[in-house]
């Protein structure tokens, strides 16, 4: 039944967008409700979930194997650890949000929108739980569609560029991904005499594979999630993304697709090349550093809500990287956390500055002003995003950011903690950005008549927003449930980067020179090759 149940997940929301083409276009209401439906009972089916899946272990659980293309030992194969769990959980949640905010929003073809809606569901809790590299780069992929679509079809006046854009970044980045998994399943056959696309097998070849190849694969691997995140320099299709975008699609791209980029820089470039992942490390470190200090500095001068919490993303999500690429337990359970904590944050950002869009049709920042003197629910609910984004202590956004910048402090594969001190300053800058906008935003005199009839939340509004601030109060309270979760696969990660380290580079204890001279002149630093 515990296998049963996953499956469920993975295609319950499939089933529902087949079941809303059989219904005539006319009952717009049978579409809004049963979409929304469809979607809360794959949420509540996700939920046993978390106490079916044992957090001690670190091995895939709930694991369904099917063969499907014998010839390529290609087959349906799903299953879960700590840290797919954490994202699936995290989309299922979202997904209702974004589609209980579209009610009554989104009034044009609404039949194709809501079965696109579910069909992105299904894609992208199967990018989490594929087994199998060739299952994996069908979800991949079909991603690309229904988002073209939201993003062509119910977007912006811009739309068709934003989409087009978008659709051509990643598909570029996706065929280097599809030649590395060719390669490896060509690999295979030549160790084993037999092609294969198991994740399981291919990820105890991987490690044997000559150092320079896997530099290229790694590299390959690498490019396609950087993209995906995306990694400065590589962001540019971010940005025309969201302004474009619904509001819903904006919160499912900040909340899970760009997850799917750092999600696979984890599962497959930690995963299966470790000693290339050390090699890179540095450069990893130092993009994460550009690119929390990039977006954060371009955020400060955006005249447009929504494309300053677009950059914002960039900035945060630099964060993540960061914590990746210290390879250490901190640093990935951070980077872990950050993606669920970014998802929530940023998507109740969006959630917050697609209120006001609807009310004004605007998103311009000096079109508003005061507006919390007319709204002032809205104005308690939007500082408590703002301030999660910040990472103020006791919200989400803190524990995060605080374990992705000891892990880069901690790291002997990053060979500085400069990394950290410099990826530090992005919070001072993301408390500028966000700061100042709400100030200009929700105080001071209302200047604009425009603003003096707003109304504050609707039901709706509230049952979209109130969910995602429990969220952010449980997170940044208690944090134990969460990091108890992915802490298993966290460690079997970070133990097998250090078991194809160069043992002269690795360290028992990495504390910077004066810290050490601070605290004893006598401290030693031990190296593996000094050990007894």
Not at 454 to 459: E, I, M
Request: glycine share 8%; with cysteine; proline share 5%.
């Amino acid at each position: 039944m515990d296998h049963v149940l996953l499956m469920s997940v993975l295609f319950l929301p499939l089933v529902g967008a087949l079941a809303l083409v059989a219904v005539p276009r006319q009952r717009v209401t049978i579409h809004r409700w049963a979409a929304l439906m469809v979607a809360v009972a794959t949420f509540l089916l996700s939920l046993p979930l978390f106490w079916l899946v044992d957090h001690a272990r670190s091995d895939f659980q709930l694991v369904v194997a099917a063969p499907w293309i014998a010839s390529l030992d290609a087959g349906f194969r799903i299953g879960v650890d700590g840290m797919s769990l954490l994202l699936v959980l995290l989309t299922t949640f979202t997904m209702p949000i974004a589609i209980g905010a579209s009610i009554g929003i989104i009034t044009k073809r609404e039949k194709e929108y809501y079965v696109m809606m579910l069909l992105l569901e299904t894609a992208m809790i199967g990018v989490f739980v594929a087994l199998d590299m060739f299952l994996f780069y069908v979800f991949w992929e079909l991603i690309l569609i229904p988002m073209y679509f939201i993003i062509g079809i119910w977007g912006g006046q811009d739309r068709i560029y934003a989409a087009v854009k978008f659709f051509l970044y990643t598909i570029v980045g996706s065929l280097l991904m599809l030649i590395a998994i060719i390669w490896l399943g060509t690999y295979a056959q030549s160790a084993t005499g037999q092609f294969t696309t198991d994740f399981i097998k291919l990820r105890e070849l991987a490690p044997s594979i000559p150092i320079e190849t896997q530099r290229w694969l790694f590299a390959a691997f690498a490019l396609s999630f950087a993209i995906k995140v995306p990694i400065f320099p590589l962001h540019t299709w971010l940005p025309d993304a969201h302004v474009q975008a619904p509001t819903a699609g904006s919160v499912i791209l900040a909340g899970i697709l760009l997850k799917m980029g750092t999600y696979g820089l984890l599962r497959f470039n930690l995963d299966f090349f470790p000693q290339s992942a050390i090699a890179f490390a540095p450069l990893l470190g130092t993009l994460a550093v550009i690119g929390i200090i990039y977006g954060a500095l371009v955020a400060m001068v955006q005249p447009d809500m929504k494309k300053l919490v677009a950059y914002s993303s960039v900035s945060h999500l630099g964060f993540v990287v960061l914590g990746i690429a210290s390879m250490t337990n901190e640093g990935i359970q951070g980077a872990i956390l950050q993606m669920v904590n970014h998802g929530l944050s940023t998507g109740m950002l969006f959630l917050c500055v697609g209120v006001l869009y609807e009310r004004r049709h605007t998103r311009e920042i000096a079109e508003y002003g005061g507006i919390a003197r007319v709204m002032p629910h809205f104005a308690v609910l939007f500082a408590l995003a703002m301030l999660a984004s910040v990472g103020l202590p006791g919200l989400n956004g803190f524990v995060g950011e605080f374990l992705t910048l000891l892990g880069g402090f901690r790291s002997p594969y990053l060979g500085s903690w400069v990394y950290s001190i410099v990826s530090a300053t992005g919070v001072i800058f993301a408390a500028v950005y966000l700061l100042w906008m709400f100030q200009r935003v929700m105080y001071g005199p209302l200047t604009n008549p425009a603003n003096e009839g707003l109304r504050d939340l609707t039901v709706q509004e509230r049952w979209t927003l109130v969910p995602i601030v429990l969220l952010l109060v449980w997170i940044g309270v208690y944090p134990r449930p969460f990091l108890r979760a992915s802490a298993a696969s966290t460690s079997a990660i970070v133990q097998k980067v250090l078991n194809h380290s160069v043992p002269q580079k690795v360290t028992d204890v990495h504390v910077p020179p004066p810290v050490i001279r601070s605290i004893d002149q006598t401290v030693k630093v031990t190296t593996l090759t000094e050990r007894p």
